[in-house]
Structures are given as structure tokens and as C-alpha cells.
């Protein structure tokens, strides 16, 4: 699937649907938001209802996951590849953005 220039991986988008559907939520917001060690973090939150979308929203609808995301973070995020990996010690998601400048260690966070 992508989005607003936002790839996701079949695992990724996975990991998403069967998060979203565990929640019985419409969807998954995408954002970047101020924080993190630095600069901004990748935020992944739950769309409970139709009110949580806004009219500037991007989003897609495929095989029963819809994803959104606000037009600063799409900006942001352009070309990066969302993944969802699994190892022995941890699992998760993983952004790969060729935007960022600097990354955190976690890989959570990016300037």
C-alpha cells in the first residue's frame, strides 16, 4: 500500500490491519510529532471514529485497513518505507525515511 508518497511493506501494513481490527477502530493515523532525542517521533494512533479525520486528511482505503495522514506529515514522510519487523529479542515498526538527517538509536525518533 501507499500513501501521500508512504509505502508500506506487507508486513507492515499486516500489523496494521490486524491492530486496527484487534481495536475494532476505523483506521491508523500516521503523524510526526514534535519530541523524541531528535527532533520529531513517528506517531501511530488508532481512528476510533470519522470525526477523528479532517477535510485536509490524506488517506487510502485497501483490504480493510484505511491509513490517514495529516499534509505536514506526508511532506515529511515522502519516499520513506514503513516495515514491520520481527526478531528475537523485539518486534515492531520500523521507519525508513530518506529525509532524516539524524536518527536516535531506537530509530524512533529523527531530525
Not at 501494513?13 to 517521533?41: H, K
Not at 481512528?47 to 483490504?63: F, K, Y
Request: aromatic share 8%; charged share 20%; with cysteine.
Amino acid at each position: 500500500m501507499e500513501l501521500a508518497g508512504i509505502k508500506l511493506t506487507p508486513s507492515a501494513f499486516v500489523a496494521m490491519r490486524d491492530a486496527s481490527s484487534d481495536e475494532s477502530a476505523l483506521g491508523i493515523r500516521l503523524a510526526v510529532v514534535g519530541g523524541g532525542c531528535s527532533g520529531y517521533s513517528y506517531n501511530m494512533d488508532f481512528i476510533d471514529n470519522i470525526g477523528d479525520i479532517d477535510d485536509e486528511d490524506i488517506s487510502a482505503d485497501s483490504d480493510g485497513l484505511m491509513v490517514v495522514v495529516d499534509p505536514h506529515t506526508a511532506g515529511m514522510l515522502n519516499g520513506t518505507t514503513v516495515d514491520y519487523i520481527v526478531t528475537a529479542m523485539s518486534r515492531g515498526f520500523s521507519f525508513i525515511n530518506p529525509n532524516a538527517k539524524t536518527t536516535c538509536g531506537c530509530g524512533s525518533s529523527f531530525s
